[in-house]
């Protein structure tokens, strides 16, 4: 089912992480429990699955599949915080000089 949600891309995140409510009909896998800090809030997390979802404001056509950590995100605005994991993946560019973000799909 396609549901829209709220993404945060955060330069300053290590890892993808997206809020339980969100994947709880999806394959869970136990992970080590590990905590990381985000510029919004700290995100521990002991759980893995595979999504698939779009950046419609970058591509409305291109679907990323990635296996990404399943936080607490609590006192979190966003659904889902893309880190440097999947910006390194994506070849996302964020260009602090020219407050862009580039991603060739």
């Keep these: 089912k396609t549901t829209g ?3 945060l ?4 995140s290590t890892h993808t992480h997206i809020k339980k409510e969100c994947v709880k009909k999806l ?8 905590v990381w800090n ?3 809030a700290p995100v521990s997390t002991n759980e893995k699955c595979t999504i698939q979802f779009m950046l419609p404001e970058f591509s ?5 599949e990635w296996e990404l950590h399943i936080g607490t995100l609590l006192n979190v605005s966003y659904d889902m915080i893309i880190g ?3 910006f390194k993946r994506l070849k996302i560019d ?6 862009t973000i580039e991603w060739m799909a």
């Design 5 to 7: 949600i709220k993404i």
């Design 94 to 99: 964020v260009k602090y000089s020219s407050v």
């Design 38 to 40: 985000t510029t919004a």
């Design 27 to 34: 394959h869970l896998k136990r992970d080590a429990t590990a």
């Design 60 to 64: 409305t056509s291109k679907v990323i």
């Design 84 to 86: 440097n994991d999947l």
């Design 9 to 12: 891309l955060d330069s300053r």
